[in-house]
């Protein structure tokens, strides 16, 4: 199936945030801290600003609480007395135009009188730095399973690695934005947004408002990435602040550098590996230590800390696993949401780890991960045993197949001693992604989801997920429509709207559709039910009977529905962190071989394959295009994306300086699913959009390895990193 | 204080239109805010980011850097003319069968851009794509998808019909329950290519 919306953005008619006509609407700006830690003495209006008709909000207008209600209630909505990183939101303006908002805006001195900031999360503070408990400790996690110590002294071998990996920034094309008017008593915010009952929640907190005076509801969203989970809801706050204020509409919309600079990014993170083998490779027993830079505020750096260390023993199996982590507060942005979350920081570290052991032990890489990779009837770090019937060696394998592992190795071999200046290389990585929310997450959700049967015959899902560029829409009528045996066109899907459509839960985790999309098919199936049919019923036969029921019951509403119902079998223990971490995971090994020019210490990735087990496919186009694009982000992300920090701030706030991979950079990348249904996702699908992020990486600087001879543990592999390496 | 206005004659996807607008203001913002035509997207401002290619005198230009008044006489091509009547431009066609729009901001600037490549050069190399298209960020597809509804476009205004591309992702069969691990591997005759 085509997607569902591609024409109306084929055809510049789906209007984003920013393209919608709004009357008489005024348009706001930010005003934000200069400095990275500090007490605000004054700030400053200009004089012939005040008195202008120009509308300043700060956080004295606050009906409620001065929080973004996310996990702790320590993010401000606009900065009091203190600021804790630069460009944190200190005051709001609203004035006739955009230009004219921004450079009120800019007149606008926030003083503040500094204080000593925490800018390096893995040096332990100094005690003027301390901002958080005694410790500026955010959140510390510990994963245990066997004796650890013991397996290590008795191990044959020990070999210890420290990787590091910086902050990435998601550079959705579409910057944020909200726009927000008063509809009588109700606040209406409208905007680029995943998570519309995330931002409602926020909203109603902070004005103090009863959710049926609060409406949210998303536009077309040009991007997310996970940037559009947290960090909408102060927009939107700050945007609903400034209508109510001034009661006219808003357009509050970030220019690229604003939103470069100001929003959260991926976590910056620090993993060191103590692994115990025997002599052939065998892992005996796993020490891991990651520590994760969360930035000023707590935003849901506890969640992505706690997947980042599931995920961080790889897809190995071993008795005697020690995961300690922790989340340091710094005087940097807020480090928030991005896909993968916290799983792709520590799938670099282990699997350019296993490459490191391999060439430290001389087995090679590719024995290494087949000797160690997790067979049905094993567990993982938190003790779950796996038994999906998955054959993890056949996606190695596969892999291995598509790239011509050994034939390039040997062919590397030859050219490298021949060339003047380029070296070949090729690396691999094997990983897995647990789909959906981490641990009892998804039942303490209880997703609500509703099929409306429509009087005309057609049916539509009314559902919170929002479609951000995935493809949301399309899977969701793909799956309705099979369910029911009705052509496509006889679905609709319903502008995510809080006051329309119930909270299935967030628009993350890879959840979609394998959690919500199985939603839709049990909502289907008790729609049919509602008006007297079994699921034998052809798609004529249902629309006859939903035309009958609404003749019998006029204006009523005739709904399906479904809630989350847990999988047999899944235990999760939060206080010790044991058990069924996620009800399935994606499988893959991605390979990539790379061309290193010694007169540029260029890295560049000239081919690319990237096999996965990700259950059923449903929409091949769609799934291609999520793990196509996830590579490239992932090729971004090792080789290109740098934030240079000042002073705790972005000073590369801008996509000239901030390089992102361009068609120019981009090599072959060849796709493959192999299938193994799973029972419980929508259509046996299982989760897909984070895992493309996670591979890339580990496979890229492992071909670095084999190219050039260096170990480089440090991404991004920025040129100037590598002529480090090379020249040493 | 309000700012000078300047009456400008402006030639939009053929159709002349007379615009107020603020002197200092850009074509995108006249485009969008003048005219109304949102298609264009606003994106960075500072041409890094290519979501508002539009055409002038057919050639790809950002609209973020150029005055309005400094095209007063040239054609101007947005995403809202390239519908041929009733016609999907081919362009738009092969984007929307190979799911080449993915959260579609890029998009309007990406199609525009393609236009003037193709009416220059009929079969175009995946490479002068590529480098054609290299001033367009995209973030979601990793470009792929785009390159070959280029490509494929392409071919159909050179009137050659059956030009769709392959089968899109390397498809297995259905994973194989547990066996053992492939022996082949190791041995290079095995490999295809």
Redesign the interface.
């Known amino acids: 199936m085509?997607?569902f919306?591609?024409?109306?953005?084929?055809?510049?008619?789906?209007?984003?945030i920013?393209?919608l006509?709004l009357e008489n609407c005024l348009w706001g700006a930010t005003v934000r801290s200069p400095a990275a830690r500090g007490t605000i003495r004054q700030v400053r209006v200009p004089n012939h600003l005040e008195g202008s008709g120009l509308v300043l909000v700060d956080h004295r207008d606050l009906p409620g609480p001065n929080v973004v209600s996310l996990i702790t209630d320590d993010w401000p909505i606009l900065a009091a007395e203190t600021v804790r990183h630069r460009y944190e939101p200190v005051m709001l303006v609203a004035a006739e135009s955009r230009a004219a908002a921004r450079r009120a805006a800019a007149q606008i001195e926030v003083v503040v009188d500094p204080l000593p900031a925490a800018l390096d999360f893995r040096q332990t503070p100094t005690a003027e730095q301390i901002q958080v408990g005694d410790d500026n400790v955010l959140k510390q996690l510990k994963i245990e399973r066997g004796e650890v110590d013991e397996a290590l002294a008795a191990a044959p071998i020990v070999v210890e690695g420290e990787y590091e990996t910086g902050a990435q920034e998601?550079?959705?094309?579409?910057?944020q934005g909200m726009a927000a008017w008063l509809d009588g008593e109700v606040v209406v915010v409208h905007g680029s947004l995943q998570c519309p009952y995330y931002v409602e929640s926020a909203l109603t907190r902070a004005l103090d408002l009863p959710a049926e005076r609060v409406r949210v509801i998303q536009a077309?969203?040009?991007?997310g990435?996970g940037g559009k989970e947290d960090f909408p809801s102060i927009v939107a706050i700050h945007a609903a602040l400034l209508a109510i204020k001034a009661q006219r509409p808003i357009k509050l919309?970030y220019?690229?550098?604003e939103d470069m600079a100001a929003t959260t990014k991926r976590h910056p993170a620090w993993i060191r590996h103590r692994t115990g083998l025997s002599e052939e490779g065998q892992i005996l027993a796993h020490d891991i230590e990651v520590v994760l830079d969360g930035g000023a505020y707590v935003t849901l750096s506890p969640v992505v800390l706690s997947r980042g260390m599931i995920h961080a023993a790889g897809p190995y199996a071993c008795d005697h696993v020690r995961i300690r982590g922790r989340a340091m507060m710094t005087n940097s942005v807020p480090f928030g949401a991005f896909r993968g979350f916290g799983a792709p920081q520590t799938l670099f570290a282990i699997e350019r780890h296993m490459d490191v052991i391999a060439k430290q032990i001389g087995v090679d890489p590719?024995k290494l991960r087949?000797l160690n990779l997790l067979?049905?009837g094993q567990a993982t770090a938190t003790g779950q045993v796996i038994d999906d019937?998955?054959?993890r060696?056949?996606?190695?394998?596969?892999a291995?197949?598509?790239s011509?592992?050994?034939?390039k190795r040997?062919q590397h071999t030859a050219f490298n001693a021949e060339h003047a200046y380029l070296r070949r290389g090729i690396g691999l990585a094997c990983f897995f992604h647990g789909a959906g929310f981490t641990g009892s997450g998804e039942r303490a959700m209880k997703s609500l989801l509703h099929v409306a049967g429509l009087a005309d015959g057609r049916v539509e899902v009314l559902s919170a997920s929002t479609e951000?560029?995935?493809?949301t829409t399309t899977i969701f009528t793909q799956i309705a429509a099979d369910q029911l045996r009705l052509d496509p066109e006889q679905i609709l899907i319903a502008q995510p709207d809080t006051w329309r459509v119930p909270d299935n839960g967030p628009t993350v985790a890879s959840r979609t559709t394998m959690v919500v999309g199985r939603l839709i098919e049990r909502a289907c199936d008790n729609l049919r039910e509602r008006v007297g049919l079994d699921a034998a019923a052809t798609g004529t036969e249902l629309q006859a009977a939903l035309v009958a029921w609404h003749e019998e019951h006029p204006d009523e509403e005739l709904l399906g529905s479904a809630r989350y119902q847990q999988p047999p079998g899944i235990e999760w223990d939060d206080e010790t962190y044991r058990g069924d971490a996620y009800s399935a995971y994606g499988w893959a090994t991605y390979v990539a071989e790379v061309e290193v020019d010694l007169r540029t210490y260029t890295a560049r990735v000239i081919d690319f394959v990237a096999?996965q087990?990700i259950g059923k496919?449903l929409n091949?186009?769609?799934?291609?295009?999520q793990?196509?694009?996830?590579?490239?982000?992932g090729i971004g992300w090792a080789l290109l994306e740098e934030c240079r920090w000042q002073e705790g701030g972005m000073a590369n706030h801008?996509?000239?300086n901030y390089i992102?991979?361009?068609?120019?950079d981009?090599p072959s990348?060849?796709?493959?699913?192999?299938?193994?249904p799973y029972p419980h996702g929508g259509q046996g699908a299982k989760g897909i959009g984070e895992l493309p992020l996670d591979g890339p990486a580990p496979a890229i600087f492992n071909a670095v390895a084999a190219a050039t001879g260096v170990d480089p543990r440090v991404l991004p592999l920025v040129p100037e990193r590598l002529m480090e390496l090379i020249e040493q | 204080m309000a700012d000078p206005m300047t009456a400008l004659n402006l030639r939009i996807n053929g159709e002349e239109r007379r615009v107020l607008s603020p002197t200092h203001h850009t074509l995108l913002e006249v485009l969008r805010e003048e005219c109304s035509l949102t298609g264009t997207k606003h994106g960075c401002e500072l041409g890094e980011c290519g979501v508002c290619t539009v055409l002038v005198d057919g050639q790809p230009v950002l609209s973020c850097l150029v005055l309005a008044a400094e095209v007063e006489e040239c054609a101007i091509e947005t995403v809202e003319g390239m519908q041929r009547g009733n016609e999907l431009h081919p362009l738009q066609s092969t984007f929307a069968d190979l799911g080449a729009a993915q959260c579609g901001y890029c998009t309007p600037g990406i199609l525009l851009t393609a236009q003037a490549l193709i009416a220059d050069n009929p079969q175009p190399s995946d490479g002068e794509i590529r480098e054609a298209l290299s001033g367009n960020l995209c973030r979601c597809t990793g470009y792929h998808k785009i390159i070959e509804a280029v490509r494929w476009a392409a071919a159909l205004e050179r009137g050659e019909a059956d030009a769709k591309p392959p089968s899109e992702a390397l498809y297995g069969s259905p994973l194989p329950r547990i066996s053992p691990p492939s022996a082949q591997e190791e041995d290079p005759r095995q490999e295809k290519g």
């Not at chain 1, 998601?170 to 910057?175: D, F, K, S």
């Not at chain 1, 793990?627 to 982000?633: A, K, N, R, T």
């Not at chain 1, 992102?660 to 120019?664: E, L, N, R, V």
Request: net charge negative; no cysteine.
């Open positions: 085509k997607r919306e591609g024409l109306e953005k084929l055809t510049g008619r789906t209007l984003f920013d393209d006509p998601h550079v959705y094309l579409e910057p077309a969203t040009g991007g990435f919309i220019d690229r550098g590719v087949r067979t049905d019937g998955t054959d060696q056949q996606v190695l394998s596969r291995l197949d598509l011509r592992f050994t034939y040997s951000i560029g995935q493809g096999v087990e496919v091949e186009t769609l799934a291609r295009g793990i196509q694009g996830g590579v490239v982000q801008q996509l000239t992102i991979p361009t068609s120019d981009v990348i060849r796709v493959a699913f192999l299938e193994n």
